[in-house]
Nanobody, 113 residues
Framework: VQLQASGGGLVQTGGSLRLSCATS????????MGWYKQAPGKQRALVAR???????YYVDSVKGRFTVSSDKVKNTMYLQMNSLKPEDAGVYYC????????WGQGTLVTVSS
């Protein structure tokens, strides 16, 4: 199972990043997909998800700033992160909320104040 997150980096407060999650077509077409964040010293938690039909969910802390989307042709999910805050920093992972496959390598987001 491929769940490869990428696109992280170092940005200043207020900046933007776009994360990508590449996965296999079978996973992408059969399930909803989610973005998770693990901040230092904290448990990994769901930040946003997108259903097969395109419905979206966000935790309150990112509503209005983050946008989750998907490209079914490329079997890729994205997370557009705008107006970044220091508390958004962490390692971001993608996975299938209903199944939670083994975690792939996440991508580190660092936000400087």
């Amino acid at each position: 199972v491929q769940l490869q997150a990428s696109g992280g980096g170092l940005v200043q407060t207020g900046g933007s990043l776009r994360l990508s999650c590449a996965t296999s077509g079978s996973i992408f077409s059969q399930n909803s997909m989610g973005w998770y964040k693990q901040a230092p010293g904290k448990q990994r938690a769901l930040v946003a998800r997108i259903t097969r039909s395109g419905g979206t969910y966000y935790v309150d802390s990112v509503k209005g700033r983050f946008t989750v989307s998907s490209d079914k042709v490329k079997n890729t999910m994205y997370l557009q992160m705008n107006s970044l805050k220091p508390e958004d920093a962490g390692v971001y992972y993608c996975n299938v909320p209903e199944r939670l496959y083994p975690w792939g390598q996440g991508t580190l987001v660092t936000v400087s104040s």
